[in-house]
């Protein structure tokens, strides 16, 4: 099977900051499998079936729920500061998550060396990662697969997803590659890209990446840049 790649890129100056957090409450919710789901709060989750889903660490270092394969789960979220309990019923669809497929847990490290790596070439001084846009970038490959665009699949352009937006931003996305290396030669060789990743303005990055399988590239990347 021939394996396609897609990119865009994308950058925006602005002042200012928005966003806000989601109170939790009890509900029911539909996610394909190999997406992850949860809260920004310290919380502790309960699955009614292990086989479903999985507890993964994300990047800012908090636990989520990640589906593994089709079926009903009923998840049980603790939130010790508020000392309340919610139950959230989900509906798993799509096919079950290869599980042989690549761990993209340590791919943010990956990217970051290889892109100050090309910074460092023209003088530009290196980024750092930055919880937040972690956190962020990871929100941003998940909606890669529902709708490949700068636009969440909401409507909301993909910059709503940070709530500290900075004095500026910016946003690569890509898909189809199968490691750091392959995703950042086809940044590189692309004007709007490589621009984006060799603009020394930029201080801040987040790394997006996630696999489904079943999917039409199955290999889903972002970069977040910030002033």
């Known amino acids: 099977m021939k394996v396609r790649h897609v990119l865009l890129a994308l950058a925006l100056f602005l002042m200012g900051c928005q966003g806000g957090l989601a109170e939790g409450f ?95 070439k023209t003088g530009a001084r290196p980024l750092r990662l930055a919880n937040d846009m972690q956190q962020a970038a990871a929100i941003r490959a998940e909606e890669l697969i529902v709708k490949f665009s700068h636009t969440r699949p909401d409507g909301r352009k993909c910059f709503t997803v940070l709530r500290n937006q900075g004095r500026g931003v910016g946003e690569n996305i890509a898909a189809g590659a199968t490691s750091p290396a392959k995703v950042m030669e086809m940044w590189m060789n692309s004007p709007g890209h490589r621009k984006n990743i060799l603009d020394p303005n930029y201080k801040e990055l987040g790394v997006g990446y996630t696999y489904h399988n079943g999917t039409e590239y199955q290999h889903y990347w972002v970069q977040l840049f910030r002033q």
Request: net charge negative; no cysteine; hydrophobic share 40%.
């Open 26 to 120: 009890d509900a029911e919710y539909t996610y394909l499998a190999g997406m992850s789901w949860g809260f920004q709060e310290e919380v502790t989750y309960e699955l009614s079936d292990a086989s479903l889903a999985e507890l993964v660490m994300r990047p800012d270092g908090k636990q989520w729920v990640k589906f593994k394969r089709p079926g009903e789960l009923l998840v049980t979220v603790s939130f010790p500061k508020a000392g309340y309990t919610g139950r959230y019923l989900i509906h798993i669809t799509g096919q079950a998550v290869d599980e042989t497929a690549v761990d993209g847990d340590s791919f943010a490290e990956d990217v970051l060396a290889l892109v100050n790596e090309e910074r460092a």
